[in-house]
């Protein structure tokens, strides 16, 4: 079945520093990707939408000079936590989405725990 | 928009008990709809979807889900449930091609 590697599954940075995530579908082009946030104890926040070869787009509220998404390919997206501060410790998750669209879901990675300190 | 609402924020069972985890959606379009379950530390994995056809869908676990068009309703259902079936769980819409999680259901089996 579908795969998607995500990675770090943990980081700890010390704040201003910028972290990268990646995702990557192993076993399909993911059209897109979607990158969510989760608080303990909390529903998924959808962040942003990625196409492939395009700009992202952001979901009311985000901040986008603050998390920089790349979809450079149709098996990667990256997710750029800028200048990070220990308000932005979360869960980030994300997913990807094949042509076929909805007839197969949409595959998760398995998230990234961001602790900065 | 479409929104989904999940009723119970933490569901405890003892183990080989029934359990239905309940999700009611607002549309008055036509819904895909999803449930995903979650553990510790974990994304997400598709337990079942519901995008046409039999209203009943089930997964290879045990756990089924009815879609009800009357009562706007995706409620999850297992008739036995496991210790390892602990994790939390959302119910899931699809809008404007994206998913729209509930706020989750928190079920604890204990022995």
């Known amino acids: 079945g579908a795969v998607v590697s995500q990675h770090p599954s943990w980081v700890i940075c010390k704040s201003g520093t910028s972290v990268k995530i990646e995702c990557r579908s192993l076993d399909f082009q993911a059209t897109t990707m979607f990158w969510y946030r989760q608080f303990p104890k909390q529903s998924l926040m959808l962040m942003a939408t990625s196409n492939e070869g395009s700009k992202a787009t952001y979901e009311q509220g985000v901040e986008k000079d603050k998390f920089l998404i790349n979809h450079a390919s149709l098996t990667l997206s990256t997710l750029t936590v800028t200048s990070a501060h220990p308000e932005d410790s979360s869960f980030y998750i994300c997913s990807a989405r094949s042509r076929q669209g909805v007839i197969y879901g949409y595959t998760f990675g398995s998230g990234t725990r961001l602790t900065v300190v | 928009a479409q929104s989904v609402t999940q009723l119970d924020s933490q569901v405890p069972v003892f183990e080989e008990a029934p359990v239905e985890l309940r999700c009611n959606y607002s549309?008055?379009?036509?819904?895909?709809l999803f449930w995903y379950v979650q553990y510790p530390n974990q994304g997400l994995q598709l337990l079942l979807k519901y995008l046409s056809g039999s209203t009943l869908v089930e997964s290879i676990n045990g756990f089924e889900a009815e879609f009800n068009k009357s009562q706007t309703s995706f409620h999850l259902r297992k008739p036995s449930v496991h210790i390892s079936d602990t994790a939390e769980y959302f119910c899931a819409v699809l809008q404007g091609g994206k998913l729209i999680f509930g706020q989750g259901t928190e079920l604890s089996v204990k022995p």
């Open positions: 549309s008055s379009v036509s819904v895909y």
